[in-house]
């Protein structure tokens, strides 16, 4: 009686071999009579105070526990400004146990002015308390969110969730009716006397479809992704020209490595190449119609077309007006190749073969 054991600074206690039976004090050890004091190091406010706890799983409080009592006394601090927190192990080595933890004290001391942290896997349960509960902190997780800590009673604290590359906030799930709006990804909590855990649900936005021809960026992508496209790069004497198709969502159409925010649409792009000044039309580098290479080439330029059938309605561009080009399919090395370059007058007037 009388007796007691004092830890200063960042130590910690731990209680091992809890009884599996009748909640009965530890085995190995007897600290009915025993006030174990936790205080500041060298006098000052400490941040780091740890009691460890380990003990048998619990649930409810049995009945009779008031009689039966890991300690006699456990002081919290012995000035305002410490910081004590229950740091739970393991459960009592039982296999059919769980993580969580009880510490049972006859007489819990507050009166020093200290604050006593309780995570959420521990419980505390006391006969007699000396001072104001209003010293008791307990812990809030968030999972998948920020916001975590300890916090009295009353307390407001808020709570966010994350924002995540493709994933859309849900709802909280968990500890909700302590939050003012499950259905809001910034919202408060009123912590109650006990621990809370809440955690943020997220679902997968929509995905679009980029499909990008000679070139690399293709895949599905959420609304909103900054996606990199590249064109390839050839050793045949062709260099990249610019990006055609859906080429209002790019940071660059003329510029081999670009960006774009994917909308909530599906894209197409194509890079089209050149061939030192001149313009192709067809192949695997060309425009696709003889009327785009049009609108692009300048004064002075020449078009090659490679084999394939055009329409000659599509040369009635408005572009066209003013330019002197020359259309050519002098990179076609065989008659037959050239035979079967034509303009097709779709029926309205003769064909024209290059």
């Known amino acids: 009686a009388g007796s007691y054991l ?61 009689n039966n009592f890991a300690l006699g006394t456990l002081v919290i601090g012995d000035e305002p400004g410490d910081v004590v927190t229950l740091l739970s192990g393991h459960a009592y ?32 349960y006391y006969k007699t308390l000396i001072g ?11 999972f998948s ?55 943020a649900t997220y679902i997968r936005d929509p995905e679009y479809a980029l499909i990008v021809s000679r070139g690399m960026g293709s895949g599905s992508y959420a609304e909103g992704t900054t996606v990199t496209i590249e064109a390839y790069s050839y050793l045949d004497g062709t260099s990249f020209l610019r990006w055609i198709g859906d080429t209002e969502y790019l940071s660059d159409p003329d510029c081999a490595r670009t960006t774009l925010s994917m909308p909530a649409t599906s894209v197409n792009l194509t890079g089209i190449y050149r061939r030192g000044d001149d313009f192709l039309v067809g ?8 009327g785009d290479a049009l609108d692009a080439a300048t004064t002075g330029s020449t078009i090659i077309v490679f084999a394939g059938v ?27 190749a050239r035979a079967t370059t034509v303009l097709d007058g779709n029926r309205v007037g003769p064909a024209v073969v290059f």
């Open 145 to 199: 969110g920020t916001g975590s800590g300890y916090f009295a009673p009353g307390n407001t604290p808020s709570i966010s969730a994350i924002a995540l590359l493709g994933q859309t906030f849900d709802r909280w799930i968990g500890d909700v009716q302590y939050l003012d709006d499950p259905d809001s990804a910034v919202t408060i909590v009123t912590m109650p006397s006990g621990s809370v855990k809440v955690e």
């Open 132 to 142: 104001g509960a209003s010293a008791f902190t307990y812990e809030l997780t968030v």
């Open 93 to 124: 080595n039982d296999p059919v146990g769980d993580d969580r933890a009880a510490l049972y004290v006859s007489t819990l001391d507050m009166s020093s002015g200290a604050s006593l942290q309780i995570p959420s896997d521990i419980s505390l």
């Open 310 to 336: 055009y329409e000659a309605l599509d040369l009635a561009r408005p572009s066209l007006t003013g330019k002197h080009l020359t259309l050519s399919s002098d990179y076609l090395t065989t008659l037959s």
């Open 283 to 290: 192949g695997d580098r060309g425009f696709a119609s003889i």
């Open 6 to 66: 004092r830890c200063n600074g960042l130590t910690t206690l731990t209680m091992i071999q809890w009884s599996q039976q009748d909640y009965k004090d530890p085995i190995n050890f007897d600290l009915d009579d025993v006030s174990v004091i936790l205080t500041g190091e060298n006098d000052g406010p400490s941040t780091g105070i740890v009691l460890a706890v380990r003990g048998r799983d619990d649930g409810n409080a049995p009945s009779g526990w008031a």
